[in-house]
């Protein structure tokens, strides 16, 4: 199963993305990289490298990020760690992530994990 890793500048939003995504796919294997290690807002390039080393398997993993120094920091960790099968989905970061948790759970290949998240884009919430 592909594994996804939620990173966002707070650990607060990365459990509550994660806790959303388990109330629609619980089997999911979701790791989080939220916030600094003291707790405050921030990216951590360790806290990302060790979520993805706990989710990561034959499958791949997803990477999904809000905004900024996330964006920043993974791509580095994708340059670093090229010989791995990692993906960052450019999508929302909460509607992108219950899509891709669905569909990993379903046996989404990788790129298809990454395909439907980002599809997640053009979602529109409201029709007037």
């Known amino acids: 199963m592909v594994g996804l890793v939620i990173v966002t500048h707070s650990a607060t ?3 509550g993305i ?18 600094m290690e003291d707790g405050g807002f921030g990216t951590s390039y360790a806290r ?3 979520a993805i080393n706990a989710v ?3 499958d791949g993993v997803v990477i999904l990020v809000d905004a900024g120094s996330s964006i920043l920091t993974v ?5 670093e760690m090229s ?3 990692l993906r960052v989905a450019d999508c929302p970061v909460v509607e992108g992530s219950v899509v891709a948790a669905i569909t ?4 989404g290949s990788l790129d298809e ?16």
């Open 13 to 15: 939003l990365a459990h």
């Open 18 to 35: 994660a806790e959303t995504c388990r109330m629609m796919a619980k089997d999911a294997h979701i790791a989080i990289a939220g916030g």
């Open 48 to 50: 990302i490298v060790a």
């Open 56 to 58: 990561y398997g034959a």
């Open 75 to 79: 791509e580095t960790i994708l340059e």
């Open 83 to 85: 010989e791995r099968r």
């Open 104 to 107: 990993a759970v379903c046996g």
């Open 113 to 128: 994990v990454v395909r439907r998240a980002e599809e997640t884009r053009g979602a529109v919430k409201i029709d007037d």
